[in-house]
């Protein structure tokens, strides 16, 4: 590797610490946000709203270079954005109400050994013994940082609650993950992204006016900032701060450097929103990283 390729590497690290820091910070925002009042459709129709004409000039431009799209397409494109930014989202925002953002993170890291589970499921891959401890690591880590919120709060039937609608936030965008490798070979990543994302913003939108009345967007300033914050370093800037790590050194090295993402969302939590951290919450952070890192050493 000449000296060129060692420094987009380096570059390409940066670029993947700073996008896992804006996605951590998104369960910051949001617990900042709800004791303002707002729920969490309203919160994440403005976050989507506020983002949608930056993925929309995205998809606009993506479009002229590329081939139109075809029925089948459109359709691919629109099941996967409702998996992925729709479904993961709102139940993510849904169980932030009941559990703590350094929790939060480490449930709905889960992903990879539930794209493994899909995997084997619907395609017949095998799991290895590689895979199954790096899960069974993942899940223990869990269940130390579960005792942990139990702890501090003394709730836990809420926090069951909470934990199972981030895990359903998980399994959602794993299934979009298991899907999107197809039409992102075809479309190419930004292009399918920007697609995604818009078509979740009007499943967002719709959802919104059905429970919703309209006027409900009108929210304090606060809520407001903290959207416009959410928008643009937890949903624009982390995609495409991600996109360049990947195109610098790779996916699976990118998505290593995004298992940063648990430990920087303790810290945030803890810096930001006094969330009290244990001996518990740590030992479970580290088995949560190490049996993704473990899987994703392959």
């Known amino acids: 590797m000449g000296a060129s390729q060692r420094n987009d590497a380096r570059f390409g690290i940066w670029l993947a610490v700073i996008a896992s820091a804006g996605f951590s910070l998104k369960a910051i925002l949001a617990k900042l946000a709800y004791p303002h009042g707002v729920d969490p459709v309203t919160l994440v129709a403005l976050r989507m709203l ?5 993925f929309a000039v995205v998809a606009w431009r993506e479009a002229q270079r590329g081939q139109p799209l075809t029925g089948r397409d ?3 494109v629109t099941v996967l954005g409702l998996f992925g930014y729709y479904g993961a989202s ?3 925002f849904y169980g932030l109400q009941y559990i703590s953002a350094g929790l939060e993170r480490l449930v709905l890291f889960t992903y990879p050994t ?3 589970l899909i995997g084997w499921i619907a395609h017949g891959r095998r799991i290895t013994r590689r895979e199954v401890v790096a899960s069974l690591l993942c899940y223990a880590g869990i269940a130390l940082a579960v005792v942990h919120d139990i702890e501090v709060s003394g709730d836990s039937a809420l926090i069951a609650l909470g934990c199972a609608l981030v895990f359903g936030s998980s399994l959602s965008f794993a299934l979009y993950l298991t899907g999107a490798a197809a039409p992102i070979r ?5 292009r399918f992204s920007a697609l995604a994302t818009l078509v979740s913003t009007v499943a967002v939108m719709l959802h919104f006016v059905a429970v919703r ?3 409900a967007l009108a929210q304090p300033a606060p809520v407001l900032w903290l959207a416009a914050a959410m928008a643009v370093f937890s949903t624009v800037l982390p995609v495409f701060l991600q996109s360049a790590a990947i195109r610098r050194m790779g996916a699976q090295t990118a998505a290593l450097v995004g298992s940063t993402g648990p430990v920087i969302t303790v810290f945030l939590a803890w810096w930001m929103l006094a969330e009290p951290v244990s001996a518990l919450q740590i030992a479970g952070t580290v088995l949560v990283i190490g049996g993704v890192m473990w899987v ?3």
Request: glycine fraction near 8%; avoid cysteine.
């Open 186 to 190: 075809k479309l190419g990543a930004t």
């Open 213 to 215: 009345p309209f006027d």
């Open 74 to 76: 459109w359709a691919t």
């Open 90 to 92: 709102m139940l993510d």
């Open 296 to 298: 994703g050493k392959r």
């Open 50 to 54: 506020l983002a949608a004409p930056v």
């Open 114 to 116: 539930l794209t493994l």
